[in-house]
């Protein structure tokens, strides 16, 4: 599958496409198949996201999880500041990154 | 240290409206995202892995208390509570909100600061030596001249466009603590035949992918023509540094592909073109802003410590350096605490620090390549006072140069380029030497990561260098041996096929180990390397 | 193509401008376009006859023009030196301390938005093609 992602223009935020918005849990991103350039494209345009790409990712305990583990410490932040993580109370999320 | 005056001042200021009219047109969509770039990263600012990133400049490393503690409120205010030392003496900011980076850069000038072409294809902030000053073999303070050519280089009409970034070093010692020759120019103070001050320049240096060390292609360009000859050696540079490659763009490049000989000629020509243009500030400049730098009321005391409590000797004796009046020593706070993030440091740490250079260092800071802070004119009589503030802090780690003192960029945990988390392989070496106990027995040992091959971590230039890799989407690190960029600069030469994350810290210390075997009397572990070669290690790395 | 700006008042050259290899080879035109791999100084023994000259910049990121203007007017060219191309207002008033003295951009600049970049530094560090004083003259008593 193919996940939609880039930053928030203010805030510089990494966000997702949800079918119809951006947001900040991968858990919300959705697949975006074939339409990811034109998504992109059109949400550039209007400024809703800065620099959107799409990448590839699997279904995991039916979640996505992107194949690329870049991508995956970009959906919860750095792995050596957990504290800093969006998910800083889950023992398990740093098992889901590496 | 540098004051502004009020030229200086609305230079700052303007540049700060500057760019709050940019961010306004980008966020009103009136520049494009490929228009904007090259303008916010020109004042330093990325978009980074999570969010923004500002990389804020800190001149030649030279900060007092205020700025400190204006760079501490920064991190609170506009960040999340902390700040990471970078290896060119800078300071970056990792969530940076666009909306909010011109009132944080107008925070910065309020304090003399500013984060003016700490990016981008222009002349960089300009590193020096982070003993200078202090350091008891140095020729003269190097910092006025780096002064001199911040100011020359800063919002250049002509250099505003070249071909790729361009980094500046300025150092005044025979000893090199600042990688001069690892830079685009590297600029050493010296002194001809005749006693008279002039700068020798070495130019086409550089690490990143292809790493090379700059030649010297003058050894003395007098001090009332040093504006002139860094001009004729930038212009040759934008006009003929290659621009059909992005890899092959830096003046390492385009050096070595003339050759030195003919790169000097053309800048030689240039530079007696240049003399008769009027672009050089007259002495009187070079004056004004060298009595800025003035040596502080150094006064007498003790000579020697106390040294029966062991951990504050051992303390005093790895992590302070001599200095040019006896009574003093320059102190290196370590941002290297074992198991720590090389080169973080909380807001609550740079205020402590802050304090510290206000009551025992002249109010003065120092940021070091290697991502430390030296406080460097601190009284031999105050140094048990000032270690146990810091040791109640976490600041006291006795570390300087051993193999826990790890330089290591941000790596895959913050940056887009990286490949491979550069900072968990630093923290797993620490935790090792530190629980085995062989960092004592090693000496210096300088230890460098790089998580990609544009070499922030300064891999090349380790005694033991690891450069992180992306192997079919695993990472993977490979080991250099034998880099140094001091005044015995070399490159590092990769010993074979990479490691696993766990088994890049056994081949760490299996290395270690090989030098703890063969080492003679007195040699540090670059001296065995260089004389044994690379093959015992080779031998019992992968034998 | 938007409209040309200039920053001089004599009448501008109504024809086009030859390549710098053209002008080299047939020495009758008085207009020249000098692209960014261009060397500016083969201009420098016939800059008497030269009544315009255009540095093309075909990209912005590309600053080799710079150097072209700033040598021409080293060389004491005092012809039109005209900014042609991928030019931005955010680069104007590096250009006119170059020596550019009209523009020609890809695209139209906001007017408004050209005054306020012409007009936004008081100061300068550096001497460069124009003849405005730097701070470091300022600070050393020279009027």
């Known amino acids: 599958m193919k996940l939609l992602t880039g930053n928030d223009l203010k805030s510089g935020a990494v966000v997702w496409w949800t079918g119809h918005d951006w947001s900040l849990h991968i858990e919300d991103a959705v697949n975006a198949g074939d339409r990811a350039d034109e998504i992109a494209q059109r949400e550039e345009a209007a400024r809703r996201v800065n620099g959107p790409y799409a990448v590839d990712a699997e279904q995991r305990e039916g979640k996505a999880r992107p194949l690329h583990i870049k991508e995956r410490i970009r959906a919860l932040g750095p792995t050596v500041r957990p504290d800093l993580t969006l998910k800083p109370a889950d023992p398990d999320h740093r098992d889901w990154v590496i | ?543 | 193509m938007a409209e040309i700006i200039r920053f001089r008042d004599d009448e501008p050259v109504d024809h086009p401008a030859v390549t710098v290899d053209s002008f080299l080879d047939q020495s009758n035109a008085n207009a020249v376009r000098v692209e960014p791999g261009d060397d500016a100084r083969e201009l420098i023994p016939h800059i008497g006859q030269l009544q315009l000259v255009e540095v093309n910049f075909p990209a912005f990121g590309d600053g080799r023009g710079y150097s072209s203007a700033r040598i021409l007017r080293e060389a004491g060219y005092d012809g039109e030196l005209r900014a042609v191309g991928d030019v931005l207002v955010d680069h104007v008033a590096y250009m006119r301390r170059c020596g550019f003295d009209a523009f020609e951009p890809d695209a139209a600049l906001n007017p408004d938005d050209l005054q306020t970049a012409l007009d936004r530094w008081p100061e300068i560090y550096q001497s460069a093609a124009d003849a405005r004083q730097p701070i470091w003259s300022k600070r050393h008593g020279a009027a």
């Open chain 2, 1 to 543: 240290m540098y004051q502004y005056d009020s030229y200086d001042q609305a230079m700052v200021d303007t540049r700060v409206e500057e760019f709050r009219d940019q961010t306004r047109r980008r966020l009103e969509g009136k520049l494009t995202e490929a228009q904007f770039t090259p303008m916010r990263l020109k004042n330093g600012l990325y978009l980074q892995l999570h969010a923004y990133m500002l990389r804020v400049a800190v001149p030649y490393g030279t900060l007092n208390s205020r700025q400190m503690h204006a760079l501490a409120d920064i991190a609170d205010k506009y960040d999340r509570g902390y700040g990471h030392f970078t290896t060119r003496q800078n300071i970056q900011y990792n969530w940076i909100k666009l909306e909010e980076a011109p009132d944080l850069l107008a925070d910065l000038a309020k304090v003399e600061m500013h984060a003016i072409q700490t990016s981008g294809n222009c002349i960089r902030n300009i590193s020096s030596d982070h003993f200078a000053g202090a350091a008891a073999d140095e020729l003269v303070d190097p910092r006025p001249y780096a002064e001199l050519l911040r100011q020359w280089s800063s919002f250049h009409p002509e250099f505003n466009a070249l071909p790729r970034k361009f980094k500046i070093a300025v150092i005044a010692s025979d000893t090199d603590r600042a990688a001069m020759r690892l830079h685009d120019i590297g600029i050493q103070i010296v002194k001809n035949d005749a006693g008279e001050l002039g700068t020798a320049f070495y130019v086409g240096g550089g690490m990143g992918r292809t790493p090379m060390i700059a030649p010297c292609i003058r050894d003395f360009v007098p001090l009332d023509q040093l504006v002139s000859y860094s001009e004729a050696c930038l212009r040759v540079y934008n006009r003929y540094g290659r621009r059909d490659n992005k890899y092959k763009a830096r003046i390492k490049i385009l050096v070595h592909e003339l050759g030195a000989e003919e790169y000097t000629r053309q800048v030689e020509e240039e530079f007696a073109h240049l003399l008769d243009q009027g672009i050089e500030p007259p002495i009187a400049e070079l004056e004004r802003i060298r009595t800025c730098f003035a040596d502080p009321a150094f006064g007498d005391g003790a000579r020697s410590v106390d040294r029966s409590d062991p951990d504050f000797a051992l303390w005093v004796d790895r992590n302070t350096v001599r200095h040019k009046h006896d009574a003093y020593v320059s102190a290196v706070i370590s941002l290297k605490p074992v198991g720590g993030i090389p080169g973080d440091a909380s807001a609550a740490q740079m205020h402590l620090m802050a304090e510290l250079a206000k009551e025992y260092s002249f109010d003065e800071l120092r940021v070091m390549h290697t991502q430390n802070i030296v406080l460097p004119h601190v009284k031999i009589a105050d140094l048990h006072a000032l270690w146990t503030r810091l040791d109640a802090d976490g600041l006291g780690a006795p570390n300087l140069d051993t193999i826990e003192d790890i330089i290591a960029c941000p790596g895959l945990d913050y940056c887009s380029l990286a490949n491979a988390r550069s900072i968990p392989v630093a923290q797993k070496i620490s935790e090792r030497f530190a629980a085995n106990g062989k960092t004592e027995a090693l000496g210096e040992l300088k230890l460098k990561i790089s998580g990609c091959i544009n070499a922030c971590g300064h891999h090349h230039a380790g005694h033991i260098g690891i450069l992180g890799v992306d192997r079919k989407g695993i990472e993977n690190y490979q080991l250099l041996l034998g880099g140094s960029e001091a005044e015995d600069c070399s490159l590092g030469k990769i010993t074979g096929p990479g490691f696993s994350e766990d088994g890049i810290v056994d081949a760490v210390e299996t290395a270690a180990d090989v030098y703890l075997r063969e080492r003679a009397k007195g040699e540090r572990f670059l001296d065995t390397y260089r004389r044994i070669g690379i093959e015992p290690f080779k031998e019992a790395l992968y034998g």
